[in-house]
């Protein structure tokens, strides 16, 4: 008897909601980028996009331990010479919430071809309230 081969038109993708309030940043973002990645689900196959979509909300209420608000740097280049730009994690929490998340998860996801499809399902939402109710998503805690 042969495996069932997985077809990604045979493939049932959910939507999930979970809280970020009070949660750790990596262990919030390993539970997020495994629900993404799809190897929650028992059909799971690392050459199809199989994962699900997540909406995270309270993103700016997430916690880091010890003094990694104060000491953990962010860098981008700009591409010109001398253009190497560092903020530090308060920082770029007051700006841009949603990039400390993103950041986290897409250094959880394999680096190839599946990334940033897996990473176009994630949605970060400032407050509880978000536009996805039509998806009818379930809310998980992690």
């Known amino acids: ?3 069932p081969v997985v077809k990604e038109k045979n493939i049932e993708k959910k939507w999930y909601v979970v809280d970020a309030t009070d949660m750790i940043l990596g262990r919030l973002a390993t539970k997020v980028a495994r629900i ?16 699900d979509f997540v ?11 010890g003094n990694k608000w104060a000491d953990k740097m962010y860098y981008r280049h700009t591409g010109y010479p001398g253009g190497l730009k560092q903020i530090n ?8 919430p949603d990039r400390i998340i993103l950041h986290a998860v ?13 990473l176009k399902k994630l949605k970060l939402v ?17």
Not at 55 to 65: F, G
Not at 106 to 118: D, E, I, S, Y
Not at 126 to 142: C, T
């Open 1 to 3: 008897m042969n495996t």
């Open 36 to 51: 993404l990645s799809g190897k929650n689900k028992p059909e799971y196959v690392d050459y199809i996009d199989i994962g």
């Open 55 to 65: 909406i995270v909300t309270n993103i700016d209420k997430v916690r880091m331990t």
């Open 89 to 96: 994690a308060s920082d770029l929490q007051k700006k841009h």
């Open 106 to 118: 897409k250094g959880m996801l394999p680096n190839n071809k599946l990334r940033a499809p897996r």
């Open 126 to 142: 400032v407050g509880s309230e978000h536009n996805y109710a039509a998806q009818k998503p379930e809310k998980i805690d992690l």
